[in-house]
């Protein structure tokens, strides 16, 4: 009920705060704003994998996946970096978001990394999250966690609408 509540409120917030955005001519082609993924790719089996602490996958290739369906991908570089764009924010890209049904996966075998991992079987995954998003509900708890949690999220949206780019970053890999 709780991630319903903060879903349709930060819909509402989103949709007022983008028409506070400038429009027509007033806004000119920069005023769209765009969703950017992105994020490190570790080299490592295991669950919730610090990618501080273990070597990067460099050259994986990885997709954002919405609801079991693929969205947008790419190719890390040579120090595993990745940044996925999904290209404008709108209803359709930011409502899977809310409500935690999206993440990184990484389609490339791990042994393409690490020749030991070649019997490792399994997908390496990470949810995604709004950046400054902790999707905790906060250390309150309850409302005023919940409360806590839409004030990050409205100034994380705030922050997109006005700089053009709304951050998301993937939550710790684990194997699948």
């Given amino acids: 009920m709780a991630a319903s509540i903060r879903s349709l409120l930060l819909a509402v917030l989103l949709v007022g705060a983008v028409g506070m955005a400038p429009h027509g ?12 993924v992105t994020g490190v790719v570790p080299c490592s ?12 996958f460099p050259n994986a290739a990885v997709k954002l996946e919405c609801g079991g369906r693929a969205v947008a ?9 990745f940044a996925i764009n999904l290209g404008t924010l709108t209803a359709a890209t930011l409502m899977p978001l809310l409500n935690n049904k999206c993440s990184v996966v990484v ?8 020749a030991s991992l070649v019997g490792v079987a399994g997908t390496l995954a990470a ?6 998003d902790s999707g905790s509900g ?18 994380q949206i705030l922050g997109g609408v006005l700089g053009n780019i709304i951050g998301i970053v993937p939550s710790a890999f684990s194997l699948v």
């Fill in 45 to 56: 089996a295991g669950r919730s994998i610090n990618v501080a602490s273990v070597p990067a």
């Fill in 107 to 114: 389609t490339t075998p791990l042994a393409a990394c690490d």
């Fill in 138 to 155: 906060g250390a309150l708890g309850g409302l005023g966690g919940l409360i806590g949690s839409i004030t990050g999220l409205v100034g």
């Fill in 127 to 132: 949810p995604v999250q709004l950046l400054g």
């Fill in 73 to 81: 991908g790419a190719t890390a570089d040579s120090s595993g970096a």
């Fill in 25 to 36: 001519a007033e806004a000119g082609a920069s005023s769209a704003v765009m969703c950017l």
